[in-house]
């Protein structure tokens, strides 16, 4: 008899315990999944790099590998070093191929990651972007200069940013005759909420036979240092199969 209530009261306490730990279990699952609720979505810090831009002029066909080196001092004094490529192409009728990668630890051994595809088509005014995750593409209107004139020199935006222009002379890259060019924009106090006036540069060295930048230095103490430049370029007609879509992608026409 004696054994039998030892037996009873041990199986309650036991089950008093599991139904306790239960319900701590569940408290605890429960607050977490309160505390990660209790706030809105949000999509980050998001920050695109324009590498560089290419006009669709039509018999200067080339083929080359974008790169971009990224620096950035933060706050606590530290610098953070990234960097990309993707290549970028143009044929004779002016059609235009680009990637959009994401940029990588500088020190990394990592190949950015493609994560979109671009084509210009001049001759149908179409531009196509292809998400390389979704094998989707989107086909829009597109209508573009095939030729750039650079801002005057002097002030502009009602007076807040005033534009200087330095020549750099000339030189050769990957055997291309190019001109540099130096500009410098200072930005009046609270042009874009800055407290004190703010300077940023770029340098462009440019080849007017290909009508683009072969690299370009952007200076910016918003954004640090982008440093642009196109390598193993080829002046070759690129492989037609460059400016068609992949038959695995589904396409949306407007």
Known sequence: MKLCALLLLAGSLVFACTITSTFSDTFTYASAAQ????????????????????????????????????????????????????MVARDSQGRIYRERRHFVPDDSNQEPQKHEMTILDPTTHTATVCTV??????????????????QPVGAFDHGTRFLTRETLGTSVIDGIDVIGTRETVTLSAGAVGNSQPMVTTREFWYSPELQINLAVTRKDPREGTQDIQLVELSRAEPDPPTFQIPADYVVDNP
């Not at 669709?56 to 933060?74: D, H, K, L, Q």
């Not at 989107?138 to 030729?147: D, I």
């Open 35 to 86: 505390e990660a609720a209790e706030r809105g979505p949000d999509s980050g810090t998001q920050t695109r790099v324009p590498g560089v831009m290419v006009l669709p002029a039509t018999g200067r066909p080339f083929s080359a590998r974008g790169t971009t080196e990224w620096t950035r001092n933060v706050g606590d004094g530290s610098v953070v070093k990234t960097h990309l490529f993707a």
């Open 133 to 150: 995750a979704m094998r989707h593409c989107t086909v829009s209107e597109y209508h573009a200069p095939t030729t750039f004139t650079p």
